[in-house]
């Protein structure tokens, strides 16, 4: 079973995270209390012990559903019907409605058909935590990439006045006489702003090929780290030839 969220007008201000993490404590929650019916015991009773043994953050929405049900407020379908309401995710609402009929005939003839379902969206489950820890990894990789060539980018940018002076260098006047040559320090600024422009399109390509949080804080981190390396490396290279000269 794949998770597929549907979006309705309540869904609007709800992260996909937060939709994704209530159907698993649903799905969590369900296998507790199909494991309590099995132990044949009435379904209110079952309810309240899954209650107790569940720890996620779905547990006062249940809790108070189970709290009216035995101070005779509501009875077991309302407060089921109570917790669907309270839910955001369409499937975790579907699981439930799916709980109605479970206890609605042979509870404990039902709960383990229902356990063996449990267990095959638990794979799912598994396999979701898998492949999040898998782009996690490869978030950290295109971030680590994109900062690198950034800071190269930038250092090679400062380098670029080398290729000025090369000829300088080959000159028999400068061989000559070395202290006439006024080097150039400066990159132009045409080479500066191809270089730069290069770093922020690299950055957005590769922020855009995976879903990154505030990718547009880390597409604007690029130009910065660009910016330093040339500054450093612009430094350096003044250090060293005025240290020639």
């Not at 309401?85 to 709980?99: A, D, G, I, R, T």
């Not at 063996?116 to 492949?131: G, H, M, S, V």
């Not at 730069?196 to 990154?212: D, E, H, R």
Request: proline share 3%; charged share 20%; glycine share 2%.
């Amino acid at each position: 079973m794949k998770i597929k969220l549907k979006v309705n007008s309540r869904l609007k201000n709800v992260e996909e995270s937060e939709l994704i993490k209530e159907l698993f404590e649903v799905e969590d929650f369900l296998i507790l209390l199909s494991k309590n019916l099995l132990n044949n015991i009435s379904p209110e009773l079952a309810l309240k012990l899954a209650v107790n043994q569940f720890n996620g953050g779905l547990k006062p929405i249940f809790q108070n559903a189970v709290e009216a049900i035995f101070t005779g407020s509501i009875c077991l379908k309302e407060a089921v019907e109570k917790i669907i309401s309270s839910l955001n995710n369409p499937q975790s609402k579907q699981l439930f409605h799916y709980l109605m009929d479970l206890i609605g005939y042979d509870a404990k003839r039902r709960a383990s058909v229902v356990i063996k379902t449990l267990y095959r969206l638990k794979e799912n489950q598994q396999l979701y935590y898998k492949r999040q820890s898998i782009l996690k990894s490869q978030e950290f990789k295109i971030k680590f990439l994109v900062n690198i060539m950034s800071l190269v980018l930038g250092m090679i940018c400062s380098l670029s006045p080398w290729f000025s002076i090369t000829p300088l260098l080959l000159n028999t006047d400068y061989i000559i006489n070395p202290f006439n040559i006024s080097f150039k320090l400066h990159s132009s600024p045409y080479v500066i702003i191809t270089f730069l422009v290069i770093s922020v399109l690299n950055a957005y390509l590769l922020y855009t090929s995976v879903k990154i949080e505030h990718k547009l804080l880390f597409i604007l981190l690029a130009p910065l780290l660009f910016t330093a390396a040339y500054i450093t490396g612009t430094l350096i290279l003044s250090t060293i030839l005025q240290g020639w000269v």
